[in-house]
């Protein structure tokens, strides 16, 4: 907004993001509306408008509320709260400016990590009269473990603590020694007070004992060259652009590195090296490309690449494995369940990915380490974690490009959570597949017959086992090899170490999908018979086999009906209280969204529901 | 825009630092949605930001051509020069365009002078998005908007989901971390994109002149019929405008910083004839740029509000 400058010639100025974090009603929004109003930058009718809605929505009485420039929803502006992160540009003579102000209440975590996430430098603040809060040590371990190195405490309302020097101290000596585990390489503390503008854009003489720079200069100038250039080539493929026969070019953005026409290049995944060819952006080929730039690339040699394979240099390879520890942030109230499939999104891969064990829990106000079995809203904790193949990434924290990846539901596709990769697993990168000679079609071929996975899930008494009973027998009867595996005959071997927690339910049929998986291997038809009450644990063993090779079979019986029935006394049980957990009653059972099979077993007898099965296994060329 | 492959030679870059750095996020936004999506659209309302949008998809998919339709929601109250634009645009690019108009609205007889600023443009732009992103079964759109331009935009993620029947949950946003964008959607649901999120009124016509981006004659100065409304300024474009007793146009130079419906559209005075001037002009503006777009200023939450209905 500064009128001297002549359009044409900024082009030297840099970027910088932040974003302001800390406790509700720390005056975060205020203090970015404060920055936005004394750096000359808010327009007359975004004025006028604020005062009118300082009149209605503020919280000053008659004077300017700040908050609302930034709190543009109208839920937040009612609740006089931040829900969710905005951004806000500015540029000054020195430098432009993308500020993420995010919220500070708890429950809205998930977005104030979204707004750190891509930022350079985080403004913690803090309220003069109340210290360093959890949230304040919250959002400080979520800085970090997202990789901002640079942090700003502004001790904000140091008016109302009359200005004195003895209480900004005090908060600084207790946030550095909370904060000196971080990692941060520079810790700036500023006394400031967002309502009156102290120490913002000018010195203010109130504190006459901080000689340190104030807020803005110090914005203008710190240093946060994060040496993205100097970091090893990295280029996640994006898009393979393939218009005609004559021309197939690798499209995407360079994460890190530079790259020339005629490097060699390595496709991470596979090993196999080439080199390049073209750098082709729109103006032309261009003879180089740096981080950050988004081209086309053309390889000498025809190798099989496409979207989610990993461009490197043969000298500076990422890891490749299908195990690795990772800082994980759950954004989700449905907990984190080790054992259970999600989907992850890894530079440009998505992968089935699960978490096999959770290391320890991190408290985020002592920075201790506990034990968890799950995890839920906010937790944020240290995982091993296994995905479907073979990825390639980089540590976090020398990547923060190929070092993360996001965790998103498979029925919902929320996201979850938020991951940040420590290092792989040696037991992931040094245990190969083993090829054996004869195969799952030659051990099926011998047995002239198509192996399969036939699933039955229902509640409790439904009827499975006896269904799956009379189908197998009727299936052995014509010849074929079967397997029948039933819950509770598992449960008193392989699985007599689980409970019924949902926790032990995904680890149960997890175990029990690897061992039909094997069984298919082997050329057999496997019928299972489980309550399985998740439809990502059933998803999950459907994505063990291949495609047709998983027939889900929903054994419809409404829940009056099996308490009804109730051969072995379980919903009495459940009905008394005494025992816990149990499908249906105080544990929810999800319903398939479209099964191969549907069977709907009321007015029929079990001869006819095992018929309508063969029936229909007939039909998809399983048996019959 | 010469879109063809068939340059030679090498031909280095000379934007500044930042705008490749927005250049880039921007393609690699439009990359990540083809990449994803079956059946993506880009809407065209045919300002300045849509052209700059157009621009960057050409670069973003090149040598290929543009792997995806235009979409314009016309409410038949736009400027005739943005029209003619248009289809000058198109025909000079060579690119696929539908054009969409509410013919139910258009029967009833909805217009912005006949029926107010809110209830035309919830009809004749809100449900005509809707109904053309449902004829062509679109799975996701890219909109030009900007998070500069207005508070509710500030908050609003890039992949922007909607669950069935266009709805946006502001306060249920997908987290949104680094570049890693869930595209995931169930049958029936969509998501809106934002390419220029992080550019701003300054960066959008300090690209349009390096790059020599055409745009709609309108954004520049020049003598226009136009008559005094509510403290701004609104062109008489055709004979639809009805006028007060007593009320003449008059010729002044005037130019606009956004275009929408020309009955809710102010001009602004300004002697502005060339981008360069326009970012000196902008620089030192007083006023924020949709000052002059009428259908905002009903009440301070009023753009959320459309939003959340479905308008871009």
């Known amino acids: ?624 | 825009m010469d879109t063809s492959a068939s340059r030679t030679g090498v031909h280095q870059r000379k934007l500044p630092k930042q705008l490749r750095r927005l250049e880039a996020e921007s393609i690699e936004i439009m990359r990540e949605v083809i990449a994803e999506f079956k059946r993506p659209v880009m809407l065209y309302s045919i300002g300045k930001d849509s052209s700059v949008m157009l621009h960057l998809a050409i670069k973003a998919f090149h040598p290929a051509p543009l792997p995806f339709p235009l979409l314009h929601v016309d409410t038949t109250w736009k400027f005739r020069e943005m029209i003619m634009f248009r289809d000058e645009t198109v025909r000079r690019l060579g690119v696929d365009l539908l054009v969409h108009t509410n013919q139910e609205g258009l029967a009833r007889g909805v217009g912005p002078i006949v029926s107010g600023s809110s209830v035309h443009t919830q009809v004749m732009k809100t449900e005509a998005l809707k109904q053309a992103l449902d004829l062509h079964g679109f799975d996701a759109a890219f909109g030009g908007a900007r998070r500069d331009e207005e508070v509710s935009r500030a908050k609003e993620r890039i992949f922007s989901f909607r669950s069935q029947g266009h709805v946006w949950d502001p306060r249920n946003q997908r987290p949104e971390l680094w570049s890693l964008f869930n595209a995931r959607i169930r049958p029936g649901e969509s998501i809106r994109v934002f390419p220029l999120s992080n550019w701003t009124e300054l960066d959008i016509w300090h690209y349009i002149m390096l790059e020599d981006i055409s745009v709609v004659p309108l954004y520049f100065a020049k003598p226009r019929p136009v008559i005094r409304r509510d403290g701004t300024w609104i062109m008489v474009d055709d004979d639809r405008l009805p006028l007060a007793p007593g009320e003449r146009p008059e010729m002044r130079f005037v130019r606009f910083r956004t275009l929408g419906c020309y009955p809710l559209t102010g001009a602004i005075d300004s002697g502005a004839t060339t981008p360069e001037a326009i970012l000196t002009e902008t620089r030192s503006a007083r006023a924020s740029e949709r000052q002059g777009r009428l259908i905002d200023g009903d009440e301070t939450a009023s753009m959320e509000k459309k939003k959340r209905e479905g308008y871009f």
């Open chain 1, 1 to 624: 907004m500064d009128d001297t400058d002549h359009p044409v010639v900024e082009s030297g100025k840099d970027l910088l993001r932040f974003l302001t974090c800390g406790s509700v009603d720390d005056g975060k929004s205020s203090l970015i509306g404060r920055l936005l109003h004394d750096s000359r930058l808010i327009f007359e009718d975004q004025l006028s408008a604020l005062a009118r809605d300082s009149v209605r929505h503020g919280t000053l009485g008659d004077q300017i509320d700040f908050a609302l420039l930034v709190d543009g929803l109208e839920a937040e502006r009612e609740q006089g709260i931040t829900i969710d992160v905005a951004y806000r540009f500015f540029t000054t003579a020195k430098r432009s400016f993308i500020v993420a102000d995010t919220p500070g209440h708890e429950q809205y975590t998930r977005n104030m990590a979204t707004g750190a996430s891509n930022a350079d430098l985080a403004i913690v603040l803090i309220d003069a009269r109340k210290g360093v809060l959890v949230q304040t040590r919250r959002h400080s371990l979520i800085c970090s473990l997202l990789g901002l190195r640079h942090v700003v405490v502004a001790v904000n309302k140091i008016d109302l603590v009359s200005y004195q020097a003895d209480t900004f101290d005090r908060i600084v000596v207790e946030y550095n020694a909370f904060a000196s585990r971080l990692g941060f390489s520079s810790i700036m503390p500023i006394p400031i007070s967002a309502r009156y503008g102290d120490n913002i854009t000018s010195r203010s003489e109130a504190t006459p004992w901080y000689r340190g720079p104030v807020l803005l200069d110090y914005l203008e100038t710190v240093d946060v060259e994060t040496e993205a250039l100097a970091k090893p080539f990295r280029f996640p493929v994006q898009w393979v652009n393939r218009p005609n026969a004559d021309f197939r070019g690798y499209a995407g953005t360079l994460v890190s590195g530079t790259i020339n026409t005629g490097d060699p290049v390595v496709v991470a995944g596979s090993g196999r090296t080439t080199s390049v060819k073209q750098l082709l952006a729109y103006e032309g080929p261009q003879t180089s490309a740096e981080a950050g730039d988004a081209v086309t690339i053309t390889l000498e040699d025809d190798v099989d690449i496409g979207r989610g394979d990993l461009l490197a240099g043969p000298a500076d390879r990422p890891e490749v494995s299908d195990q690795f520890a990772a800082h994980i942030i759950w954004m989700s109230d449905q907990k984190l369940m080790p054992g259970r499939s999600y989907l992850a999104r890894i530079g440009t891969r998505t992968t089935p990915i699960t978490v096999t064990g959770i290391k320890y829990r991190i408290d985020v106000n002592t920075g201790n380490h506990l034990a968890a079995n799950t995890l839920g809203l906010n937790d944020i904790a240290f995982c091993n974690l296994a995905t479907g193949a073979p990825v390639a990434f980089d540590p976090y924290d020398q990547n923060r490009k190929t070092g993360s990846f996001i965790m998103i539901d498979r029925l919902s596709n929320h996201t979850l959570g938020a991951g940040m990769i420590a290092f792989g697993l040696r037991r992931g990168t040094n245990i190969h597949w083993q090829a054996t000679l004869i195969g799952k079609s030659e051990r099926a071929t011998q047995k002239r017959q198509r192996p399969a996975i036939i699933w039955l899930t229902g509640l409790s008494a439904s009827g499975k086992s006896t269904i799956a009973n009379m189908v197998e027998r009727a299936l052995h009867a014509g010849g074929y090899h079967t397997m029948l595996l039933d819950g509770d005959n598992l449960r008193h071997g392989l699985n007599r170490d689980l409970g019924f927690t949902e926790a032990d339910r995904v680890e149960n049929i997890r175990r029990v999908g690897e061992v039909a998986k094997l069984m298919t291997d082997a050329g057999l038809i496997v019928l299972c018979s489980f309550i399985s009450p998740y439809r990502a644990e059933r998803e999950m063993v459907r994505g063990l086999v291949a495609d047709g090779e998983f027939i889900e079979v929903f054994v419809d019986t409404p829940i009056e009906e099996c308490a009804r029935r109730d051969p072995k006394g379980l919903y009495a049980k459940a009905k008394a209280g005494t025992i816990k957990n149990f499908t249906g009653f105080d544990a929810p059972y999800e319903i398939p969204q479209s099964p191969e099979i549907h069977l709907r077993t009321i007015g029929q007898q079990p001869e006819q529901l095992a018929e309508q099965l063969l029936r229909t296994l007939a039909e998809l060329g399983i048996a019959g």
